[in-house]
C-alpha cells in the first residue's frame, strides 16, 4: 500500500487510511502556521458539524518574525505553501496572548 506524510502530524500513512487520520485532526483545534501566498498566519481548525472543519485565524497574530521563525525552525519556507507545527515560542505567545487557543 502506497503511503503518504500527513501534513498535520507529520506521520506517514497508508493512502487508503489518509482521509480518516485527517479527519482525526479536525477535533483537535491544534494550532498551526500557514503559509500561503508568501505569507505566514496562526491559524487552527475548528470542526463544523461531523466532517468538515474550518479554519480560524488568530487575532491578533503573532509578530511575523515568530511566524517566519518556525517555518525555518520546521524546515519550510515562504514560497513553500503547507502547514507548519508551531514553535516553543509561539507555543508560548499563545499561552500569553491567545489562551483560549490552548487545550
Ligand atoms: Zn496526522
Do not use: K
Not at 503511503?3 to 482521509?19: F, H, K, N
Not at 458539524?49 to 524546515?75: H, K, T
Amino acid at each position: 500500500m502506497p503511503t503518504t506524510t500527513c501534513g498535520y502530524c507529520g506521520l506517514e500513512i497508508d493512502v487508503d487510511q489518509a482521509y480518516e487520520h485527517v479527519a482525526e485532526h479536525m477535533h483537535e483545534r491544534i494550532p498551526f502556521v500557514s503559509v500561503y501566498n508568501m505569507r505566514a498566519a496562526l491559524v487552527r481548525q475548528v470542526p463544523v458539524g461531523q466532517y468538515r472543519a474550518e479554519f480560524e485565524i488568530a487575532d491578533p497574530q503573532p509578530p511575523e518574525r515568530m511566524l517566519f521563525a518556525a517555518v525555518r525552525r520546521a524546515g519550510g519556507a515562504l514560497n513553500i505553501p503547507g502547514f507548519y507545527p508551531i514553535s516553543p515560542a509561539l507555543a508560548r505567545w499563545i499561552a500569553r496572548r491567545a489562551p483560549r487557543w490552548v487545550r
